[in-house]
Nanobody, 121 residues
């Protein structure tokens, strides 16, 4: 099972960007998923999370600007980021809290490789 994040890059303040995270492998079900970010010199922090049923949770710093969503049929997680600020600059990581595979196994704590988002002022 692998998580592959994509969509990062350079954007001006006030702009928008959409991140995607594809989970590949023999996956039957993914439970909670989330986006985290880590800025230089700072700890990794939760940006937003979403349950398998679509219940969302956001960090206060991104509420009203970011939207997390998922397509369970495609095992894909998204993060739509609007009104970006320089302080949103970070490496963004996707996470799958736990997964059930078709062969009956359960896995936990899978991370994508990270995608860098840079917001210029």
């Amino acid at each position: 099972v692998q998580l592959q994040a994509s969509g990062g890059g350079l954007v001006q303040a006030g702009g928008s960007m959409r991140l995607s995270c594809l989970a590949s492998g023999n996956i039957l079900r993914i439970n909670d998923m989330g986006w985290y970010r880590q800025a230089p010199g700072k700890r990794r922090e939760l940006v937003a999370s979403i349950t398998n049923g679509g219940t969302t949770n956001y960090a206060d710093s991104v509420k009203g600007r970011f939207t997390i969503s998922r397509d369970n049929a495609k095992n894909t997680l998204y993060l739509q980021m609007n009104s970006l600020k320089p302080e949103d600059t970070a490496v963004y990581y996707c996470n799958a809290d736990s997964l059930r595979l078709f062969d009956g196994r359960s896995l936990s704590g899978r991370w994508g490789q990270g995608t860098k988002v840079t917001v210029s002022s």
